[in-house]
């Protein structure tokens, strides 16, 4: 089990990221990669049903234990020493479920409908649902990648109630503004959104116009 006994106020920036069972856990992935590359620590929880979906759409055997998936994530992107941080869904003395622990910003990514839902309902059933929970009565960041399609009403209402709050709903719908060749590329574009929205510097996806500078 990973430590929790950790000061969020040592590093500058802190995120938590929490990955669950939509499909495209390549985004959650290549997000998480980003943000260590960019010497950011993070928080990482991932879903019962995110660790089947990585196992289906990725090459990754997504260990079991929060303890053996710290160390698979830490060894694949190569982090630093304590740089990053894994929990389990039911760790509740985690610092993400509680305001006076929890970094300023949180991503959801992908964002099933499910933690959608639950998000949008304060359900904190399992720590991906409170940590949300807090970032949302701390008025903190949160940003929502949800991936499905069609949208029904229900997901348009919880969407749209979340919206009103503050948070933050990226679609995990690519452009193809800049001609993406690869599914590398259509991932990176919408990492890039998300990166620029956690106002962290990218080099992913040229920002509109900078080639008119």
Known sequence: MSDVNVNVADTPETITLAITGASGAQYGLRLLQCLLAADKRVFVMISRAAQVVISTETDFKMPGTPADQEQFLSQLYKAKPNQL????????????????????????????????????????????????????KERRQLILVPREAPYSEIHLEHMLKLTRMGVIVIPASPGFYNRPTTVEDMIDFVVARIMNQLDIEQNLLPRWGDDLI
């Open 85 to 136: 941080k894994v929990f389990g869904r039911e760790q509740w003395m985690a610092p993400v479920a509680s305001g006076s622990g929890a970094p300023s910003k949180m991503v959801v990514c992908p964002c099933s409908t499910g933690s959608l839902s639950a998000i949008a309902t304060g359900a904190s059933n399992n720590l991906i649902e409170r940590a949300a929970d807090v970032a949302l």
